[in-house]
């Protein structure tokens, strides 16, 4: 609650507050110590690629497909950086594939295949939302292509909580689940426009942009968040990874459950940015300048 009631004027504020504690998080992580949640001061220019600098895989959240990062991808393009936003199976422009068999398994080898076909020896690989499930399992699969993951306001997945749907004790839906699917379009398509208003994504006010994306927004595959994902290589352990947390998100912000370890790992770095859910869409400039520093970052570590 006390998210919702944070106004802009203390979020800007914490913004120039948290510049020199943001400056200290890479320390932080390389010691091994947490490094507290800090609003940084976005770069005010992108900084240009260089030869060493990694690819960047943009991957798109529940009922949103690879449209969503349009705005940041080219941003970054036009400094040098080579970016890919696929859209996942059953989503976006591929909604004509959406099927009661598309899952979270179909999503993960949707970009792990990016990554193979398109011949990626080194990733900044970006997850929004309920992605943090796929990127954490396209880690899992090619931990020697992933040069950092970035959780963009999204799901971290851990012990207890490997899904979307977080399962009772004995395995199975909980309730509230179960009264959802009432709404899903043939009983397996998740349909934004009947669970949620446009606030969910971003303010209000942003009527061009809602305009802009209710026009693109289509229905997702359960499965993607009741499946179970499963980890045969520890996921994202040991890899660079950071969390950006939207705090200027005001209706139903993310939750610490969905932060999740998070929270409390030492290898997680964590970011704070004053925007909206769908950042990508209202502040593009902004965003794809973090993205490009963490990329920066991880040329220089690599």
Known sequence: MANRDRTRREILGALGAGAAAASLAPAAMASGVAAAASTVALPTEIARATPQSPAIVLVHGTWHGGWVWRRVRRELQAAGYDVYAPTCTGCGERRHLMSPDVGLDTHITDIANVIEFEELERVVLVGHSFAGLTITGVADRMRERIAHLVYFDALVPS????????????????????????????????????????????????????????????????????????????????????????????????????????????????????????????????????????????????
């Open 159 to 302: 012990a207890g909580r490997m899904s979307g749907v977080a399962r009772k004790p004995d395995g199975s839906f909980p309730e509230y689940w179960d009264k959802r699917r009432e709404k899903f379009i043939e009983g397996y398509q998740m349909d934004f426009f009947s669970e949620y208003p446009m606030a969910m994504l971003m303010p209000e006010d942003r009527i061009e942009d809602i305009e802009w994306m209710r026009r693109r927004i289509t229905p997702h595959p359960s499965r993607g968040w009741s499946d179970a994902l499963v980890l045969r290589n520890g996921g994202y352990e040991g890899l660079p990874r950071s969390f950006i947390r939207c705090v200027g998100q005001i209706y139903s912000p993310t939750s610490d459950n969905m932060v999740g370890i998070a929270l409390t790992d030492p290898g997680f770095q964590m970011i704070n940015v004053p925007f909206a859910r769908n950042a990508m869409v209202t502040n593009p400039r902004e965003i794809a300048g973090l993205l490009a520093s963490m990329t920066t970052q991880s040329a220089a570590a690599g």
